[in-house]
């Protein structure tokens, strides 16, 4: 009986299939996430690169998207860990970046981006699971998977954010 040694490796994308297929996203992902286009822009390409690196790792227990946005999460965490990155950061969002991109169009009146605000206003926990769920729009099971949480500790996650979210939106 012969035994196959070396398991099967999934084929690896093409560099350029993955970037026509998450560049977008990511960068709504990682702007978000870091508040500062350059930034952002380095950090989509440090996770497309890590990606495509570390396809062969990919074991389906997720989708690909969920894989990919996993990765791009905890680079965006690795570059607000740094020391460059906390003395750049402000709390309020610029609207160059969401002015320029159509998708985030939707964010340039006043009320969206104070809701934006508030929103990375926070804490960290919180933070993700609103940026996940409704900006990236995973559903309550995916976001689980990407923080390796339950998704009832996700579901009530959601729910104190929004009523921490409500209480400020309630102030003004």
Known sequence: MFFNLFPEQKERPSINNLISSYSK?????CYLYL?????????????????YDKYSSFKNQSSEKTWVIKIATNVCKDYMRKAFYKEKSNN???????TEDEELSIYTDDQSVKLLNDVFNLP?????????????ELSVGEVAKLLNQKPNT???????????????????
Do not use: G, P
């Open 25 to 29: 996203i990511l960068m709504r992902l």
């Open 92 to 98: 309020n969002i610029s609207l160059t970046y969401i």
């Open 154 to 172: 996700i579901s009530v996650r959601l729910k104190r954010a929004k009523e921490m979210l409500k209480e400020t939106l309630e102030e003004d």
């Open 124 to 136: 960290i926990q919180y933070k993700q699971v609103i940026l996940l769920h409704y900006y990236q």
């Open 35 to 51: 508040k500062d286009y350059q930034l952002a822009e380095e950090a989509v390409q440090d996770t497309l690169l890590k990606a």
